[in-house]
């Protein structure tokens, strides 16, 4: 781990409008829902400007055909495919890392390990994949999946996948294709090459991948997961874990929770950053930032189907209590937060709504500037938090607020680049590159599982 002092971290989660539901209907939110590429490279083209340590993009993948019930009154999650965004957005940027979802449940890795691989040489080493393994009703129907694998087994099946890749990567020394010589007809050394045989309970090959290792070694590992599973999952394989808490004391008992499970896969934890969603409004005034973030709120259409983190709640009154539900077999560990949070404050449908949906249950700053960084600031140096991942209520108007006058903020206090150190994704994040066949399970950690 490159010995450095301790930087806040900074990522940006781009989506089309903004996240705030009622972002859509604000003046100067894109007017149309068209894919349109030059949206995109203008929005990471500022998020680059402000240093940020990357841009993030999500993947709903998979719609249901019965899923259009009140489509159209809200607006749709729905653009480019992340992969190819990002493999365009890297030709118009050169410093800010891009980070694309892709969900184990409908690829394969060696399908998978060619695209990161190529992107990661394109981007020239600024690539990041946030692995999902979630798997929605809407997901299991446009795929033809009659019996979806359980919470547990997705992880599994995740967890398998994660380490194929990682071998797949390292199928090839880092200078294997540099010392071609063409007087003596030798192309390249035998030894560099590391063939892959697998043969496990998801995943069955043996092969080379036919493209040369990655830049960083491998992609920057990004996730989500709340759940049990999940952290664990997450102390096992993840550099960035996209956390959600609301207040300081759930930040830092998920904070120090995940932190202290990386031991025993043979981690150190500082190789993993801790970044907590965090939605804002800024103003001149707080008065300013909070009339702001009420027009927003003010937007929301309450009409027709009422979706919270995937139940249907509509046939409940909206002003009263949230009722008994099933625990999904999604999202676990985010519906829990939901449940507590309602039972704790007493708050009604409309209000969780807005408290939670609306921000999916990350925390929102409001106010000024130097409101906003002393807020960051608290979560950073109180083991809350190694940085943010923005989640921009309003778009554009949301991330250039916050890159013209936040970010210069938290600049003169030295709790963030004024400029990037490094070219790749690890640079930025002090994240080591990894040697070949260093990520290979280690036999007694196995044993432990």
């Known amino acids: 781990m490159t010995a450095r002092k301790r930087h806040l971290a900074l990522g940006v989660f781009l989506t089309r409008h903004g996240h705030h539901p009622g972002a859509w209907r604000q003046p100067g939110s894109a007017r149309s829902g068209r894919p349109d590429f030059d949206y995109w490279a203008e929005l990471v083209k500022t998020a680059e400007r402000g240093k940020l340590d990357t841009a993030f993009f999500a993947d ?9 019930k009140g489509i159209e009154r809200r607006h749709a999650f729905l ?134 290792r990655p830049v960083q070694g491998h992609p920057v590992f990004a996730q989500a997961g709340n759940s049990e ?8 394989y993840a550099e960035m874990i996209y956390a959600a808490a609301q207040f300081i004391e759930e930040a830092q008992r998920f904070y120090a929770d995940v932190k202290g499970r990386m031991t025993k896969y043979g981690r150190h934890p500082d190789a993993l950053k801790v970044m907590p969603g965090l939605s804002f409004a800024i103003g001149t005034s707080r008065q300013e ?65 807005l408290r939670f949906n609306a921000v999916r249950g990350h925390r929102v700053v409001i106010g000024t ?13 109180r083991g809350a938090a190694d940085g943010f991942n923005l989640i921009p209520p309003l778009l554009p108007s949301s991330l250039t607020e916050f890159v013209d006058l ?17 070219s790749t994704l690890r640079d930025h994040l002090g994240l080591s590159r990894p040697a070949i066949g260093a990520a290979a399970p280690h036999p007694e950690i196995l044993a432990a599982e």
């Open 79 to 212: 653009d480019f495919e992340p992969l190819t965004l990002v493999a365009a957005l890297a030709a118009v940027t050169s410093k800010i890392g891009l980070v694309a979802t892709v969900n184990t449940n409908f690829d394969h890795p060696y399908s998978l390990a060619r695209r990161f691989a190529a992107l990661d040489h394109i981007s020239q080493g600024r690539v990041g994949w946030n692995i999902v393994s979630s798997l929605g009703d809407g997901a299991a129907k446009s795929f033809g999946i009659d019996q979806p694998l359980t919470h547990g087994e997705r992880y599994a099946r995740a967890s398998e996948f994660v380490d194929v890749a990682r071998a797949l990567w390292d199928s090839w020394e880092d200078d294997a294709f540099e010392h071609a010589d063409q007087d003596s007809g030798i192309y390249l050394d035998p030894n560099d090459v590391h063939p892959v045989r697998h043969d496990g309970r998801y995943f069955h090959l043996s092969t080379v991948l036919d493209t040369a």
């Open 406 to 422: 936040v970010v210069p903020e938290l600049q003169r206090r030295g709790l963030f680049r004024t400029d990037y150190e490094g």
């Open 289 to 353: 930032a909070q009339d702001k973030f009420a027009a927003l709120e003010d937007a929301v259409d309450f009409s027709g189907e009422l979706n919270l983190m995937g139940q249907d709640v509509s046939g409940y009154p909206l002003d009263g209590p949230l009722p008994d539900l099933p625990e999904p077999e999604n999202g676990k560990g985010r519906w829990r937060q939901l449940t507590e949070l309602a039972r704790r404050e007493k708050l009604t449908i409309r209000q969780l709504f």
């Open 60 to 68: 709903f993948v998979g719609q249901a055909g019965d899923s259009t």
């Open 369 to 381: 500037p130097v409101e906003i960084a002393d807020q960051i600031q608290d979560w950073f140096e």
């Open 229 to 236: 599973v999940g952290r664990d999952f997450a102390a096992k």
